[in-house]
Each structure stands twice: as structure tokens, then as C-alpha cells.
């Protein structure tokens, strides 16, 4: 367990997920969600699975989140910062692998804002 402030892993989780609960649950519907990201011997990537955990943080009211929530949330804002620097140099960004995975954590490189 770390001793970091839960309002500080709240503020890079919220920087790090752009997307709102509703988008993100749009987007984990596509085909283009479900067909990217690391399957662990399941029919769900790692990815998305975590998709459905951040649309539920999302509509958590933060005096409900529990210790395992915050870890999650770590791991989101982990996992979107090492994404971000691998951006691909020459590929079509909009329709990418790249992109495709970070909307799976909530993250929309594309979008403004």
C-alpha cells in the first residue's frame, strides 16, 4: 500500500481519463474496442476490462471509493502516461492501435480539452 494523498490520485486520474463514463461505455461497445489489447487467456483484453472498472469509478462519488479503487485509479494514470510516450512516429493516429488502447483506459489522445 503507498502513503499517497487519495485527493492526489484523484487530480492524475482525472487528468489522465478524458473521457466521460458514458463515452467511455459507448466506446467499449465498438468492435475497434474489443479488438485491440492483451487477452490474458480470456475473450476480454486488459484493457477493456479495466474500461468497465474506470466507467464505474466514474459515477463513484469520491467519499465511496475504497482503498482498491485508489490502486486502480494508479494504475490508470500509470498506464495512460507510459501510452502517451509511445506515440507512433509516422502512423495514422485516428484509427491506430495506439489510440484505439488508451480509449480503452479513458484516455482520447484526440480529443480537446
Request: avoid cysteine.
Amino acid at each position: 500500500m503507498t502513503d499517497e494523498d487519495p485527493d492526489d490520485v484523484r487530480r492524475d486520474f482525472g487528468e489522465a481519463v478524458n473521457m466521460t463514463a458514458g463515452e467511455l461505455e459507448e466506446w467499449l461497445g465498438t468492435e475497434e474496442s474489443q479488438a485491440v489489447g492483451q487477452k490474458d487467456g480470456g475473450d476480454e483484453s486488459t484493457g477493456h476490462a479495466s474500461g468497465r472498472r474506470i466507467v464505474e469509478l466514474l459515477r463513484t462519488k469520491k467519499d465511496d471509493l475504497t482503498a482498491e479503487d485508489l490502486a486502480h485509479m494508479r494504475k490508470v494514470h500509470g498506464y495512460v502516461a507510459r501510452h502517451l510516450a509511445q506515440q507512433p512516429a509516422k502512423e495514422d493516429v485516428e484509427t491506430s492501435r495506439w489510440r484505439y488502447s488508451l480509449m480503452n483506459w479513458g484516455h482520447d489522445p484526440l480529443k480537446k480539452g
